[in-house]
């Protein structure tokens, strides 16, 4: 089965980077193409999930985490990178394994657009908070992450790579062309927003992950949800 969601993943890996070849190859195509490169990597991802059994009680809270995690953008929509979404999506992964956290980061991307706004932003979005929780997933149960301080720099860390990545869709989108000078001007244009993002990580995860870690814990050993993926 681990040979099976390998191959899954570089499969998807393996197309993005034949698209990303091609975008580059073809530069009126950057954006359409970039757009088809993020589907591609997510794609194994929603295989693996659809292929897995699940208890109706394992929905419910996957479903729950995610519209937690979705509506929490809402409230903080006046302080941009500012909000809960990336504490709800790694938390999750914490709790329940990496590909939940990436189920929960993508579907929160999509569901919180449909308030604040669609467009071939979404897809990137979907990716970065997908491969935020897939990560956290990853790291669970090593030694530092399950300290404090951990999953503050974790938090720290993500923060600022969420900014990058979507740095390039924004370049793509709206400079139309990638040269050294157009990144430098986005990431130090991006720099107060990334931050920003990261700093709220930090208080989110400091103040609140413990408690909400526990929570999820209990939910899960009460209801038996997700216990193959312990």
């Known amino acids: 089965m681990a040979g099976i969601r390998q191959g899954l993943y570089l499969s998807g890996f393996a197309i993005a980077f ?6 580059l190859w073809r ?19 929603w ?3 659809e292929r897995k059994s699940f208890h109706a009680e394992s929905m419910v809270m ?16 006046s302080l941009p990178s500012v909000q809960p979404t ?17 189920i929960v980061g993508s579907v929160a991307a999509v569901v919180s657009n449909l308030f604040l706004g669609q467009g071939p932003w979404t897809p990137w979005q979907m990716f ?24 503050i720099a974790f938090g720290f860390v993500w923060g600022f790579l969420f900014g990058w990545i979507m740095n390039i869709w924004y370049i793509i989108g709206y400079f139309g062309e990638m040269t050294w000078h157009t990144f430098a001007m986005a990431y130090a244009a991006s720099f107060y927003f990334d931050l920003a993002h990261a ?19 209990r939910m899960k050993v009460k209801y038996g949800v997700l216990q193959e993926d312990s």
């Open 18 to 23: 034949v698209l990303l070849i091609a975008a």
């Open 27 to 45: 530069e009126e195509y950057y954006l359409p193409l970039s757009i088809i490169m993020i589907v591609a990597v997510m794609i194994p991802f």
């Open 47 to 49: 295989v693996r999930f």
């Open 199 to 217: 700093l709220s990580n930090v208080f989110f995860l400091g103040l609140f992950a413990g408690r909400w870690i526990k929570i999820l814990t």
């Open 86 to 102: 990336s504490f709800v999506i790694i938390v999750s992964a914490l709790v329940l394994g990496p590909e939940v956290g990436f």
């Open 128 to 151: 970065c908070w997908g491969m935020m929780g897939f990560s956290a997933g990853l790291l669970r149960h090593r030694l530092w992450m399950a300290t404090r301080w951990g999953r």
């Open 62 to 77: 996957i479903a729950m985490l995610a519209a937690i995690a979705a509506v929490g953008r809402v409230p903080f929509v």
